[in-house]
């Protein structure tokens, strides 16, 4: 009875730590230079802003995927020709998830970070340069032009 209990502490400690078995990364998955891998949370602003990169990037003949970003370890920058990496801003602070994202692929020049704030006036420089804007309807045109500005860029090396 006692090693039942046991096994459950085991694997809960497991689930908790991060060592659980995650679902792969999509098998097939379209990659290279021709294509932008972007990384988001599901939100009304989120997806309009994406949807408006999309319909822009196609018209070019450059290919968008997207994926949950809670999914981004599965998305390596060199297998892509851009990621962008859509998170929320955290009580005054840049979101953990996102620091490491940036650390673990710090040499990578082909990630472009787009961070929602509750406050329009939010800026973030350090540790890396976000596009940033409030989830505001008015604002997603304005946040998909900047995006692509960022893309062509990222796109033309």
């Avoid at 602003?45 to 981004?72: C, H, M, P, W, Y």
Wanted: glycine fraction near 6%; aromatic fraction near 12%; include cysteine.
């Amino acid at each position: 009875m006692m090693v039942k209990y046991l096994f459950l502490l085991v694997l809960i400690g497991m689930a908790v730590s991060g060592c659980a078995a995650r679902r792969a990364a999509p098998v097939g998955a379209v990659k290279g230079a021709q294509v932008v891998c972007i990384l988001s949370d599901e939100s009304f602003f989120k997806s309009q802003v994406i949807e408006r990169i999309r319909t822009n990037l196609r018209e070019r003949g450059v290919e968008v995927i997207t994926d949950a970003r809670k999914r981004s370890g599965y998305y390596h920058p060199a297998e892509y020709g851009a990621v962008v990496y859509m998170t929320e801003y955290w009580a005054w602070h840049t979101p953990w998830h996102t620091k490491r994202y940036y650390r673990k692929y710090s040499e990578a020049k082909n990630i472009i970070f787009f961070i929602t704030a509750g406050d329009s006036y939010v800026k973030i420089k350090k540790p890396f340069d976000a596009v940033t804007s409030a989830s505001n309807p008015d604002s997603i045109e304005r946040v998909s032009r900047e995006i692509l500005t960022k893309l062509d860029t990222v796109l033309a090396r």
